[in-house]
């Protein structure tokens, strides 16, 4: 690529500003130009639910990179402006001051949104999502003893914050519509873990339930009306009911879009200039052999680099297997593969399984698809390996702590 060259990153989180470092890692010497809605700087989601909503981080604690390094490597930011049309015949991007920005390459790294509930009294300002910063702030200034804090959606964003928010001090209930949290991620066995889990720690979830309206008074949040006609008293409610990614902009593009922006496994979408990284990327991956999109920081960590030497001409191909962690109470996991329903048949447990300290394999016949390590430490890489084998287990060693992982 010439100096002359202009890469335009779309898209001001995680996944846009390691794409800018891999860029000039990668020896790229031309403009490249980081447009993102926010007026932050890039930064990392996960403390969103965590240590900065529990008060135990500060904000340049979890930014990619400070003010300096932009400048430094000379990376443009453009922040607190959206990308509102792209011309890819023109190769041109349209922003919402009124600027167009030419591109010889294009990245985007748009993320996702959370979605919103259509219920009743949604509108008022004690119901919260979680996304940005400002989401987190504003939910952070709600907790405290006594607070009634009523979470709807018992997915990972809705335990993480209510664990924050029970150990805060606050009364918490968890509304779910499934008989277990994370049933779809994690399957009946190990959702009654994280069931169980919560429970101990004196939340109080109500599995089989379907909100109707958010009560108000004055504009203030008083409950939350079940189905039944049941009201759970709130003076606040968190919405977590799962996101969609942000691909309208794609869509208009005419980009092939479908559950996300539809890329090859170097993350090139429909048109050989434009790519995608992060939440919106529904890409073909080499190892699982199917299409996969995944609303995890791993993915928002590790792509740009692959797209960075695709958009430099390179081959390069994403084939790191999805991983995410949670940090709840007392437990900290990390999971890594992809065992979606139907993709396997049983799970074999290693270790301690009551006292939450153990690792679970998701097994489809004899091979390994997915492990999920509880309180184990220092395993990610042994369970990468035997899932990228592909090889048949023996189900009684795999279940036996005393064999090493690496000899299985």
């Keep these: 690529m010439a100096a002359a060259d202009t890469f335009v990153i779309v898209g001001g989180g995680l996944a846009g500003a390691k794409a800018a470092e891999a860029l000039r890692e990668q ?25 900065y909503l529990a008060g135990r981080a500060e904000r340049t604690s979890f930014e990619v990179h400070d003010e300096a390094w932009y400048a430094e490597h000379d990376v443009e930011l453009k922040l607190g402006v959206e990308a509102i049309g792209i011309d890819t015949a023109a190769h041109e991007v349209e922003l919402s001051d009124g600027s167009q920005l030419s591109y010889t390459k294009l ?81 009946p066995e190990l959702a009654a873990v994280f069931r169980d889990l919560h429970e101990a720690n ?38 977590g009911i799962g996101a969609a990614p942000n691909t309208k902009l794609a869509e208009a ?37 199917k299409r996969v999109r995944v609303e995890h920081w791993a993915n928002a960590l590790n792509q740009p680099a692959v797209a960075a030497a695709a958009m430099l ?18 437990l ?34 004899n091979r390994i698809v997915a492990g999920m390590n509880v309180n184990v430490w220092d395993v990610t890489d042994p369970i990468k390996e035997l899932i990228r084998s592909g090889k048949d287990v023996d189900a009684d060693r795999l279940a036996d702590t005393d064999v090493p992982l690496d000899q299985l």
Excluded: C
């Design 27 to 51: 020896g790229f010497t031309g403009r490249v130009v980081l447009v993102g809605k926010e007026v932050h700087l890039p930064y990392e989601r996960p403390p969103l639910s965590k240590d």
């Design 107 to 187: 990245l985007l790294a748009t993320g996702s949104s959370p979605r919103h509930l259509p219920l009743p009294g949604t509108e008022v300002d004690s119901v919260h999502y979680l996304r940005t910063v400002g989401d987190s702030e504003r939910i952070k200034e709600t907790l405290g003893d006594g607070v009634r804090l009523v979470v709807i959606g018992a997915g990972w964003i809705g335990l993480e914050v209510a664990s924050t928010a029970k150990q805060a001090g606050a009364t918490v209930t968890v509304l779910e519509s499934a008989e277990l949290p994370l049933l779809r991620v994690l399957g």
């Design 202 to 239: 004196g939340v109080d979830l109500r599995f089989g339930v379907s909100s109707e309206a958010i009560e108000t008074n004055d504009g203030a949040v008083t409950g939350v009306r079940l189905a039944d006609g049941t009201v759970v008293p709130a003076d606040a409610v968190l919405v």
């Design 253 to 289: 593009a005419g980009l092939i879009t479908d559950n996300g922006v539809v890329v090859d496994a170097s993350l090139r979408s429909s048109d050989p200039d434009v790519f995608a990284v992060g939440d919106i990327a529904n890409a073909m991956h080499p190892v699982l052999g």
């Design 313 to 330: 001409g390179g081959d390069a191909r994403y084939d790191e297997l999805p991983y995410f962690f949670t940090d709840q109470f007392d």
């Design 332 to 365: 900290g996991m990390e999971y890594t593969g992809l065992a979606e329903p139907g993709d396997y048949d049983r799970v074999v447990f290693r270790g301690d399984l009551a006292g939450r300290e153990f690792i679970a394999f998701w097994l489809s016949g």
